[in-house]
């Protein structure tokens, strides 16, 4: 099964701690060439395991269009320096983003698919990604990092990623003016569920 559905807000697992990976064997070469694919197929930024339902702690970025997906496996922050606050959208809440304050740098260390292990230095939007993607690992969400007067907005049809977006838009618009979300990648229960929820928790922006 190449591309997993991609899990939405409020999904429980979402908000799990994701376990130690020990051994870096089939199930885990596996699950981090579907998580390639499925990142690939949502033209995302980074995926979390959580997202695709599995609590291990792995995570897929790419950071730039030129280059494959980096897998990093059991990833930590050892280091943070600076802040900024950058627009942030979730592949778990697809047609949403919202302000954030992030790390300028970070240094990070990582297992490598072969088991390898690496120390790397990072800033832009790699060091945006390993914040956000190693917070999924700990059930952690870019929304409780959103600055108390922002809310989450609606990402716009014409919306385009930029630098600083985490993931990109995957919601196209219709002839009716309805977001269409991708079908391998959502459930219409998923994108329904999410919209009640942020309904219901009044996060999302008023139109002005
Ligand atoms: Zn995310």
Not at 4 to 20: C, D, G, M, V
């Amino acid at each position: 099964m190449p591309i997993r559905p991609i899990l939405t807000f409020p999904n429980s697992l979402l908000r799990k701690r994701a376990k130690p990976v020990k051994n870096i064997d089939n199930e885990i070469m596996n699950l981090i060439r579907d998580m390639k694919e499925t990142l690939t197929e949502a033209s995302g930024i980074g995926l979390a395991a959580n997202q695709v339902g599995v609590l291990k702690r792995v995570v897929v970025i790419s950071n730039s269009p030129e280059s494959d997906a980096v897998a990093y496996i059991n990833p930590e922050i050892t280091h943070r320096t600076g802040k900024r606050d950058v627009v942030e959208g979730c592949l778990s809440f697809p047609g949403y983003s919202g302000i954030v304050t992030r790390s300028v740098s970070v240094s990070a260390r990582y297992l490598d698919e072969s088991g390898g292990k690496i120390k790397i230095a990072a800033d832009e939007l790699l060091a945006q990604a390993l914040e956000h993607e190693i917070d999924h690992l700990n059930g952690i969400l870019f929304l409780d990092h959103l600055k108390e007067h922002e809310k989450l907005s609606m990402t716009t049809p014409e919306y385009r990623p930029h630098t600083h977006d985490i993931n990109v838009s995957v919601n196209v618009q219709n002839n009716q003016g309805e977001p269409e979300f991708n079908k391998k990648l959502y459930t219409k229960i998923g994108i329904d569920d999410l919209k009640l929820a942020l309904d219901r928790a009044e996060i999302i922006k008023d139109a002005e």
